[in-house]
C-alpha cells in the first residue's frame, strides 16, 4: 500500500511521541521506507523529530539520516552526542554515506564521531574519503567492493567473495587486481560459478574496463555511466590502484542534484540553496543575479533617456519597445538552454563552435523572418506610418538573429574557459539582449526618420 503522509497521521504521531509510547511509534512506522520517515520528521518540530528518530534500530536509523536532507541534517546532529552518532548510526553506513554524513559535522564533531567509531578499518575509510573533494570520484565513491587476485583460483576466489560480502548490499562486479592493488579488469559471478574450481582467475578476467580517477568531477561519472550503461564503476588513483566503487544509486543523486542546480542558476540563484534553508541564506543566493537585473535596468533607462529625442518625435516608436526587448531575451534564453542542456549531456557528437554558429544562425534566419514578418503585417494593417512599421520589422529581424548567436555563442565560451555554462541563461542572457535590443531598436528607428 502506498504511504500518504497527512495531517492526521502526523497528529497522531505527535500524540504518541508526547506520551513517549515508543512501541506503538514503532508499529506506527512499520512498513515505511526510510525517505517516507524522512518525510515524516520533516513534519515535526526537532525534539519530537530526535525522539522519533532515537526510537529507530542502528540499520534503519542510518538509512533514514542519509535520506534527510543536508540542511536539516547538519541541524538535527548538532543535537546528539558523538558517541551516539558513532556507534548507532555510522557504524551501520556504507563509507560513502558515512562520509557524508560526518563530513557535514563541524571538525571538532567530525573528530569526536571519528574517535567513537569502534570499527578502526571503517573510521580509517571514511576519514580517507573525507580527504576528497566532495564533488570528485573521490568523494562520491565507497571503499566496500568485491575483488580478487588475478593469482587466485576460482575456489579461493569464491571463499574470499563470501567473506567480503557481507558488508556489501549489492554486488555488480568482481574487480580483479594483482599484488599491488593496481586493477587488471572485472568478472562476473556468472564466469565465476561455470568455471572448474581450478582455473585461475588471470586466464578469466575481462580486461576492458571503464574506470574513472579519483579526482575526475562527478558530472563525468555521471556521463561515463550514462554513455556505457554502468551500474557501477571502479575508481583508481593516478597510477592505476584500485580505491573505490561508485554504484548507480549515488550518480542518480549526481544527476538530481546537478538538474537543481543548473535549474537555480537559468533561475539567477547562487549557490546551493533549499526552501528550508534560513532566510538570509535564500536572500543571499538571489542578490547577485538580481543585482545585475538592476544595472541592465538602469543601463537600459540610459538607452531610453539617450534617445529621448525620438522617443519623443515618432509616433508609437514606444509602442514596440516591450516587444523587442522580450524576443531578445526569449530567444537569447532559448538558444543557450539548448546548448547548455547538450553540454551537460556529454554528447559525443557535440558540434564544432563554427558549425554550431552556423546551425543557430539558420535557425535564427527563419525565426527572425517569421516574426519580423507578422510584425510587419500587424503595422501594415494597424499602423498609420511605414517607416516605423520596416523600423520595427527590420529591428525585430536583426534582434532576433543577434539573440541566437549571443545566446549560443556565450555558454560555448564559458565552457571552454571552464566555467559553468549555465551562468550564461537566464537573467545573464536576458539582461544583455535587452539592452542590445533597445539599442539596435533605437539606432534603426532613427534612421528612418532621419533623426541624429
Do not use: C
Request: hydrophobic share 45%; glycine share 6%.
Amino acid at each position: 500500500m502506498q504511504f500518504e503522509l497527512n495531517r492526521e497521521f502526523i497528529d497522531e504521531l505527535k500524540d504518541l511521541i508526547e506520551h513517549e509510547a515508543s512501541e506503538a511509534i514503532l508499529s506506527k512506522l512499520e512498513g515505511l521506507h526510510p525517505t517516507e520517515i524522512a518525510e515524516v520528521m520533516d513534519e515535526l518540530n526537532m525534539d519530537e523529530a530526535k525522539y522519533l528518530y532515537l526510537q529507530l534500530d542502528g540499520e534503519k536509523a542510518s538509512d533514514v539520516l542519509v535520506e534527510i536532507p543536508e540542511n536539516e541534517r547538519r541541524r538535527f546532529l548538532k543535537v546528539l552526542p558523538p558517541e551516539l552518532i558513532a556507534r548507532q548510526f555510522i557504524e551501520y553506513m556504507d563509507s560513502d554515506d558515512a562520509a557524508d554524513v560526518v563530513g557535514d559535522l563541524e571538525d571538532d564533531m567530525k573528530e569526536a564521531v571519528l574517535q567513537e567509531i569502534e570499527d578502526k578499518e571503517q573510521a580509517g575509510d571514511i576519514a580517507d574519503l573525507l580527504e576528497y573533494d566532495d564533488e570528485s570520484a573521490g568523494g562520491l565513491m565507497a571503499k566496500e567492493l568485491i575483488k580478487v587476485n588475478e593469482n587466485w583460483t576460482v575456489q579461493t576466489s569464491l571463499k574470499e567473495i563470501s567473506k567480503q560480502a557481507e558488508d556489501i548490499d549489492e554486488i555488480y562486479y568482481v574487480y580483479v587486481v594483482d599484488d599491488g592493488e593496481f586493477l587488471k579488469g572485472i568478472l562476473s559471478l556468472k564466469k565465476l560459478i561455470l568455471n572448474s574450481t581450478q582455473s585461475k582467475i588471470k586466464n578469466l578476467v575481462e580486461d576492458e574496463i571503464h574506470s574513472v580517477k579519483t579526482d575526475a568531477s562527478q558530472e563525468e561519472v555521471a556521463q561515463m555511466m550514462e554513455r556505457f550503461d554502468l551500474v557501477a564503476v571502479p575508481v583508481v588513483d593516478h597510477i592505476g590502484r584500485l580505491k573505490g566503487r561508485i554504484t548507480i544509486d549515488d550518480v542518480v543523486d549526481v544527476i538530481r542534484e546537478e538538474a537543481e542546480r543548473d535549474y537555480q542558476m537559468v533561475s539567477g540563484i547562487t549557490g546551493d540553496v533549499e526552501s528550508g534553508d534560513r532566510v538570509w541564506n535564500l536572500t543571499k543566493a538571489r542578490l547577485p543575479w538580481l543585482l545585475i537585473g538592476l544595472i541592465g535596468g538602469i543601463l537600459g533607462a540610459r538607452v531610453l533617456g539617450a534617445n529621448e529625442t525620438a522617443l519623443s518625435e515618432i509616433k508609437g516608436i514606444a509602442f514596440f519597445i516591450p516587444l523587442i526587448a522580450a524576443m531578445a531575451g526569449n530567444v537569447g534564453v532559448q538558444s543557450s538552454s539548448i546548448v547548455v542542456q547538450t553540454i551537460a549531456s556529454g554528447a559525443r557528437d557535440f558540434d564544432t563552435f563554427g558549425k554550431k554558429l552556423l546551425k543557430e544562425l539558420a535557425v535564427g534566419l527563419i525565426t527572425a523572418f517569421v516574426f519580423s514578418s507578422l510584425i510587419f503585417s500587424y503595422n501594415f494593417f494597424f499602423g498609420d506610418s511605414m517607416n516605423l512599421t520596416w523600423a520595427v520589422s527590420i529591428s525585430l529581424f536583426i534582434v532576433i538573429v543577434f539573440a541566437s548567436l549571443f545566446g549560443t555563442t556565450i555558454p560555448l565560451v564559458l565552457n571552454k574557459l571552464k566555467i559553468d555554462p549555465a551562468l550564461a541563461t537566464g537573467p545573464f542572457i536576458t539582461t544583455m539582449n535587452d539592452i542590445l535590443g533597445l539599442i539596435m531598436y533605437m539606432m534603426i528607428a532613427k534612421l528612418f526618420f532621419n533623426i541624429i
